[in-house]
């Protein structure tokens, strides 16, 4: 009910840092979650993200996993104890990533979001929300939206943000009901409905 974002850069050449620590800060206190409420969904928050230092190159999602889990147990950012984390991984110009069904980031999508589970020492079980976040230039430069760059990479971050917000454990569905929170059939997740169609938010 109330999202709690914590950016992972992939190294220090991941671009916009500063305009998404700000974004992340101020977009779920915003009115877009103001109009959640309907939802049961409140304001959440942001903080600033951490540089990974990992090198350039072609990744797959687990190694995506094996970084939230690397920077949850250094203490970097907070630990998944706390069901309303978000952890979206913002990726270096250059890299490509291809998912868990075997498609590739800029040839099938944009970017997604998803759910593991770790479990810690005492055996509890705990649900890792994370998101996956391409950089939109070079080959995703026109595909991943029709504006400038950073506005093309808000607007993707926005819409994986929600729909964390929305459906925490969609990795963790095998059909379309629970662990499913808000899906349709026909639409997909609440931001597929409205995708491309671009808006602002000014946080108060």
């Not at 819409?159 to 639409?187: C, K, N, Q, R």
Request: aromatic share 10%; with cysteine; glycine share 12%.
């Amino acid at each position: 009910p109330n999202v709690h974002v914590s950016p992972i850069y992939w190294n220090s050449t991941v671009q916009f840092q500063a305009t998404l620590d700000g974004f992340y800060a101020d977009v779920p206190n915003s009115p877009l979650y103001t109009m959640l409420a309907q939802y049961g969904i409140g304001h959440g928050s942001g903080r600033a993200g951490v540089v990974a230092g990992r090198s350039t190159r072609n990744i797959r999602d687990s190694d995506i996993r094996t970084e939230v889990l690397f920077e949850i147990n250094q203490g970097t950012v907070p630990q998944p104890t706390d069901p309303n984390n978000y952890y979206p991984v913002q990726l270096a110009p250059n890299m490509q990533v291809t998912a868990p069904d075997g498609s590739q980031s800029c040839v099938v999508f944009c970017a997604y979001h998803g759910t593991f589970q770790a479990r810690d020492v005492n055996g509890t079980v705990f649900n890792i929300n994370y998101g996956v976040m391409p950089d939109l230039s070079g080959a995703c430069n026109g595909g991943c939206g029709g504006n400038t760059i950073v506005n093309n990479t808000t607007s993707v971050a926005s819409h994986e943000l929600i729909e964390a917000t929305m459906d925490p454990a969609v990795g963790l569905a095998t059909f379309i009901g629970f662990p499913l929170a808000w899906y349709d059939p026909s639409f997909g997740e609440i931001g597929d409905i409205c995708n491309g169609q671009q808006g602002t938010t000014t946080a108060n």
